[in-house]
């Protein structure tokens, strides 16, 4: 929402300047120079990406957009939800077998939403433990898998990152193309007066205004953003694989938790009373 918010507040400031400057808003619309604009940069995107990318920028714009993300609740359930899982395969490690088979049935993932509802940190989770469960690897090989996954995950995010600023780098020069067509076109009109050639000159900057606002007042900003996203997700898978690690170590279930407690940033970290009332209460709800 806050993304939604700040991105009305530039066209807001940067269209109230120009009217306050006296310019006539209606020289701003052009249409034409958004599709010649718009369609290129979508052209080089598809030059650069590929199905799978689209999906997941498509998906990370909607997130944004929407404004969730992690939040200190999601660490919460993310402890509760390794505490539960651990307890239980510290009794008996086949016993968890079910639910790292078909996390979506599982009584205890759906009890953890935010857990549930991340894709990589549920897939993360169930592919540890089933590792766990197959065969002892010692916590030193345990955490050189994990590590491999995680840096797989960082690898593709960071390619979805340059690709978009990569198209948005391409918006302020798509923008100059624009331009010159338009003043390609004025040149046809030298004959039609100083109105019509000014009016003409006028849509082909706008071409140039539209490129350089789109790339530095939101698709930077943009990319920015789903960069932050993709930190928070990271830091919280980071959080199971410190709960997986402890639980190879032979860690009872609470002291894992706290483990985990301990690697999340500080401004969503719950206090230790509050991971112990909410590991009390975990599988009561």
């Known amino acids: 929402m806050m993304s939604i918010v700040g991105g009305i507040f ?4 940067v269209v109230m300047g120009y009217i306050l400057e006296g310019g006539n808003i ?3 619309i052009q249409p034409l120079e958004l599709l010649i604009i718009g369609g290129a940069a979508l052209g080089t995107l598809i030059m650069c990406g590929s199905p799978h990318m689209f999906k997941e920028i498509i998906k990370r714009v909607l997130q944004v957009l929407k404004g969730s993300g992690i939040s200190k609740q999601s660490y919460i359930e993310m402890l509760q939800c390794m505490f539960e899982l651990i307890k239980m395969a510290s009794a008996n490690p086949i016993s968890i077998e079910p639910h790292v088979e078909n996390p979506e049935t599982s009584e205890i993932f759906k009890r953890y939403p935010a857990v549930l509802h991340n894709h990589h940190a ?8 089933k590792v766990q469960i197959a065969s002892s690897l010692s916590p030193y090989d345990l955490e050189d898998l994990m590590n491999s996954d995680l840096d797989s995950v960082h690898e593709a995010d960071h390619h979805l990152v340059a690709t978009m600023n990569r198209t948005g780098d391409a918006f302020p020069g798509l923008g100059i193309v624009a331009a010159v067509l338009g003043v390609v076109i004025t040149m046809g009109k030298l004959d039609q007066g100083k109105e019509v050639i000014g009016h ?3 849509a082909a900057l706008v071409g140039t205004l539209l490129g350089i606002l789109i790339a530095y007042g939101y698709i930077q900003p943009l990319v920015a953003k789903i960069e932050t996203i993709m930190g928070e997700e990271a830091k919280y898978v980071n959080t199971a ?15 894992c938790a706290e483990f985990g407690r301990r ?3 500080l401004e969503f970290r719950p206090t230790f009373k509050e991971v112990d009332e909410a590991t009390a209460n975990a599988g009561k709800k």
């Open 10 to 13: 530039i066209l807001v400031c």
């Open 26 to 28: 209606a020289a701003l």
């Open 122 to 129: 549920i897939e993360f989770i169930c592919d540890t433990l």
């Open 200 to 202: 003409s000159v006028g």
């Open 241 to 255: 694989k410190i709960c997986l690690l402890a639980y190879a170590k032979g860690v009872n279930a609470k002291v």
């Open 263 to 265: 690697s999340i940033p």
